[in-house]
């Protein structure tokens, strides 16, 4: 197949464009910088504001994957213009060049839009693609870890020095990048999967509670003894008033973010289809892995 793929310069992306290549499929990827050469990836210039762009993207694919978005910006109309307007212009080139097959990566923060700016865009941008012609299929992921991944690699270092800071209370699933992406790539020919929502995950039907998270994170990380260390909702947020105000846009840590963060229930709840997919990664054996990736680039 000819896939068209947004995101690929990215964390998950580059697991994608992976993937899809050793498959023997041919890929257009999106990129706003020149791209070091990848096997059968043809980098097509263009952002999510540029139609012209987008629509020499998936001109000819058979399917699109959408991954790129905003997942921390200052304000609401940041979110809106990352995740919600760049969806409808791709999704308007799709219909307007012929391509039906759309793979939309969401959030699972889109179930709960009313916690924070950045599950709400992701709640309005599936809220847009149900209204079109596409044959969509949106993937609402948990926590996302693997090789390459910047976004999780501090608690994997405060892991390593001994505790890890959550929130106080709840649950929440987590996936390999490795096993999305090939959920995403495998949802592109399953015919049944098209207008349907999934929530994938590594294959632990009740998550893990926070403290559980946190020992999982020091055994992957070879310290068995660390202290999870739950942290109030207030504390976090004035942690994050701090972050903004010293980094500005490149906070990590915002106030946006810890609305969700503290919410109690991340649990992946509707789950492909074990007939088309299964994690092969699961819980400890996938974060053994991403420990084992970010030593090997030094990052640990």
Sequence with gaps: ???????????????????????????????RRAQLPRPNVEWVPGTLEDARALMDLVEGADAVIHIAGVINA???????????????????????????????????????PDLSNYGWSKAASEAMLRQSSLDWTIVRPPAIHGPGDREMLELFRL?????VPLPPRGRLSIIAAQDLARLLIDLITAGETIDQMYEPDDGAAT??????????????????RVIA????????????????????????????????????????????????????????????????????????
């Design 1 to 31: 197949m000819r896939i068209a793929v947004t995101g690929g310069t990215g964390f998950l992306g580059g697991h994608v464009l992976r993937v899809a290549a050793e498959r023997g499929h041919a890929i257009a990827a999106l990129t």
């Design 229 to 300: 260390l739950p942290v109030p909702q207030f504390a976090l947020r004035l942690g994050a008033l701090y972050e903004e105000a010293r980094r500005g846009p490149k906070a990590k840590l915002t106030r946006d973010r810890v609305a969700y963060f503290c919410h109690p229930d991340w649990v992946s709840a509707k789950r492909p289809p074990a007939s088309l997919w299964t994690p092969e990664l699961p819980g400890l054996v996938g974060l053994k892995a991403t420990a084992e990736a970010y030593r090997k680039e030094g990052w640990l």
């Design 207 to 224: 998550g893990y509670g926070h403290r559980e998270f946190g020992k999982m994170l020091g055994e992957a990380v070879g310290n068995p």
């Design 74 to 112: 200052p304000t609401l109309a940041g979110f809106v213009e990352g995740n919600v307007t760049g969806t409808a212009t791709l999704a308007t080139a799709c219909e307007g060049v012929g391509v039906k097959r759309f793979i939309h990566v969401s959030s699972l923060s889109a179930r709960e």
């Design 159 to 163: 892991a390593k020095k001994g505790f």
